[in-house]
DNA sequence: AATGGAGGTGGGAAAATGTGGAAAAACCTG
DNA sequence: CAGGTTTTTCCACATTTTCCCACCTCCATT
């Protein structure tokens, strides 16, 4: 199970370490993508295949709203391989998508990680604690707490 | 597994490199054809014919409308060898067909790659990032979030 | 406090990739 | 068939990426 916040620096060759908590559940070969709310959703590799795989047999190309999601989703994603020392490299791209520089957020959320700027990370998780109180409710609703 | 974003030039042969990432799996050689939104899709050889036959047994030819896409689709469409280095030559016409001239963004769809003129590829990608709660909602239903 | 180990960071060398252009082959035309 | 043009094959360069090794810091143990 991924879980646990580390702040980690990005190199200048885009390099950026996994905690290496996550590495073992990960493996060897990770999909990063888009994810919402301007962050960078990391996978292990099988479970991106079996999600590629339903979004390719359940969205029929024929309608251009299934041709858009599938262009941001996959086009935007990258599969990378996590180096001898537990890093991976982040595409230009993602990098840019996600307003990343010199550091990142690395969040673990069960079973996908999570690659934010600290500082949207620091703002978006301050605003979510004055929430906390309605989540507690809901969360009682549901008879969890 | 074709996934990503490349940006390459086309060259005053109109040579245009397939990303490296990409070979292995697109085999020597591709077909490409027109596509959808003004793109033009490519596909390994095999892929490329069964998709063919799918398309010659399941739209019957007997509508007209059925007729156009099938000869828009196949008669537009090219096999092409990859050369030693990586590299494919773009017919002409392909090349009107999706308006490229200097630079190509060539990106992975899971299944197919498919090449865009830059400038058309950013408004289009940008447009789809403003649906992000469209986004939200389908990676709810299938279970990703 | 010293020691050892694990995790994270930085940088250099080697290899791979993308791009441009030259040479060779094929093609067309008069 | 010769000349010229286009296409294809081949080679070379420069940049980027990958691989590898060294260091540093933090933490736990003794």
Redesign the interface.
Do not use: I, Y
């Given at each position: 199970m991924l879980i646990g916040e580390y702040l980690h620096t990005i190199d200048q060759k885009n390099r950026l370490s996994v905690p290496s908590k996550f590495r073992k559940e990960l493996g060897k070969i990770v999909?990063v993508s888009r994810g919402?709310d301007k962050c960078l959703f990391l996978y292990p590799l099988l479970m991106w295949?079996k999600?590629?795989q339903?979004?390719?047999t359940?969205l029929p190309?024929g309608k251009?709203?299934n041709?858009?999601?599938?262009?941001?989703?996959?086009?935007?994603?990258?599969?990378i391989e996590i180096d001898a020392l537990g890093r991976i490299l982040l595409?230009e791209?993602l990098k840019q998508f996600a307003s990343l520089d010199k550091e990142a957020m690395v969040v673990g959320l069960f079973n996908r990680v999570e690659i934010w700027n600290p500082e949207i990370w620091k703002t978006y998780s301050e605003s979510a604690n004055q929430n906390t109180e309605l989540i507690a409710e809901k969360l009682g609703e549901l008879g969890m707490y």
């Open positions: 999909v919402l295949e999600l590629a339903k979004l390719s359940e190309s251009a709203e041709r858009q999601f599938m262009r941001s989703m996959v086009a935007g994603a990258s599969d595409p791209n």
